[in-house]
């Protein structure tokens, strides 16, 4: 799909993830605020559990329970509770996998060796676990690999990925074994060739390199295939990094202290690696754009120099050098989202401390300015109801003129997952049923001014 969409306006409407067209922007986090989850914590997520509109987290902890930290949409979190799965848990990971339009919670069991689902109330409570067999699990991650609409998940083992195809109430069918004999620690879901089938992207750990499973859209998926990056592969994240509207990749590489940027083709091929130099120890690493340029920008976790790194991306493929911001010791996860509801992008980092200690997570607010001929929150031009809304929501444009506009819905990813380039005027109804749960940021901008709007997919 094309990314350079040119109109004739008054006004462009674009949905996306955060602001862009700032210029020269500086990126900048407040110091840490921490805030306290479970015992021995190994992995986060986020989501709105409680129905509320505020991003929340999800922890999950060694001791073998979930801790859900609900947010204040100021950026505090309050650790409301903490619901059991199985022991060991090491990865967490949140999709809506019985259809009732709540997010609900998988994990990676190290201890049973399997996958938990428990499944949230809209209420921030989660109950009804299940459970899907899974040798070894490293890693978790959920996406529709079969084009059914349901969420399935993809779990990275060390010896394979297995799948489980979701049936939409909540059950999941026999794991289909794909990319056998190699050691896989951390999935990520994207689609690298343009066919909107869901791919997998999984880090290699000791081999160096990233591993790549293109899927068929029927829940099958091609022999497996490497591209080299660096040394000791922890994280993949996958995001548009040149912004050619093709999916790239980037990993976080633990005995090197450097990610690796390796382009994507857009028919599931990928360039060798370049590399930019981190923190010691990179565990962990997730993408967003944090300076609203409308470029990705990188954030990576690093243990053992207990900080993360953030690194400006040019839109082209390259990044800037590593600016580090400090937590607290031994981080292993991030988690990005705008936590406060000022349309930027900010950090919940996970911190261990010490086995069998209360882990803590670092919550760092994005603290870039804006300048006010830039960015207007005039609620009074545009309004978007219902909001939070269940998938159809009306855009009302109050001014006198009529609007000819393109309109464009990006995900957490960044990808583009929704575009509309007809002329709008007056009240609009859209309808968004097929995006996930989640928050998503609308904006408008017209000759002086930029105008934008969050809205919550529930």
């Not at 000022?342 to 603290?367: E, F, I, P, R, W």
């Amino acid at each position: 799909m094309k990314s350079h969409l040119y109109f004739s306006v008054k006004i462009l409407f674009v949905i996306l993830l955060i602001s862009t067209r700032q210029v020269n922007a500086q990126i900048c986090f407040s110091p840490k605020t921490d805030f306290a989850s479970g015992i021995n914590p190994s992995s986060i997520c986020h989501a709105d559990f409680n129905n509320d509109g505020k991003m929340d987290l999800a922890v999950a902890n060694k001791s073998g329970t979930v801790s859900i930290l609900l947010g204040n949409g100021s950026g505090g979190f309050t650790n409301d509770s903490a619901f059991m799965v199985g022991y060991l848990p090491v990865s967490v990971c949140t999709a809506d996998f019985n259809n009732d339009s709540v997010p609900d919670l998988a994990t990676a069991n190290a201890g049973p060796w399997n996958v938990s689902i428990i499944f949230g109330d809209g209420n921030g409570n989660f109950g009804i676990d299940s459970a899907i067999s899974a040798n070894t699990p490293y890693s978790v991650v959920s996406a529709d690999f079969n084009s059914d609409g349901n969420a399935d998940i993809a779990v990275a083992t060390a010896y394979k990925v297995l799948i489980a195809l979701g049936n939409g109430i909540g059950g999941f069918s026999a794991t289909t074994i794909f990319g056998s004999g190699h050691a896989y620690h951390s999935i990520s879901a994207a689609d690298f060739n343009g066919d909107s089938a869901a791919d997998l992207a999984m880090a290699g750990g000791g081999s160096n390199g990233v591993w790549i499973l293109v899927g068929d859209g029927n829940g099958n998926f091609s022999v497996v295939t490497s591209f080299s990056a660096g040394s000791y592969v922890e994280s993949v994240v996958c995001a548009d990094f040149n912004n050619d509207n093709k999916i790239d990749l980037a990993t976080a590489n633990r005995f090197t202290n450097d990610i690796s940027i390796i382009i994507g083709d857009g028919v599931g091929n990928f360039s060798s690696a370049t590399n930019f130099a981190v923190g010691s120890n990179p565990l962990s690493i997730a993408s967003a754009d944090f300076n609203n340029d409308g470029k990705k920008d990188l954030a990576v976790v690093n243990s053992a120099s207990c900080t993360v790194s953030v690194l400006e991306g040019n839109g082209l493929g390259s990044f800037s050098g590593a600016q580090n911001f400090a937590v607290d010791s031994f981080p292993n996860s991030i988690s990005i989202e705008d936590y406060n509801g000022d349309g930027k992008m900010d950090l919940a980092v996970l911190c261990v401390y010490s086995n069998n200690d209360t882990g803590k997570v670092a919550v760092l607010l994005n603290c870039n300015t804006v300048t006010t001929n830039q960015i207007a929150n005039d609620n009074n031009e545009v309004q978007i109801f219902p909001n939070p809304g269940k998938g159809i929501i009306t855009i009302e444009f109050n001014s006198n003129h009529a609007v000819n506009c393109g309109l464009k819905i990006y995900n957490t990813l960044g990808e583009n997952v929704y575009s509309d380039s007809q002329s709008h005027s007056g009240s609009e109804k859209i309808n968004l049923e097929k995006l996930s749960v989640g928050i998503y940021f609308v904006k408008i901008f017209d000759e002086e001014k930029i105008y934008t709007k969050k809205i919550v997919i529930q």
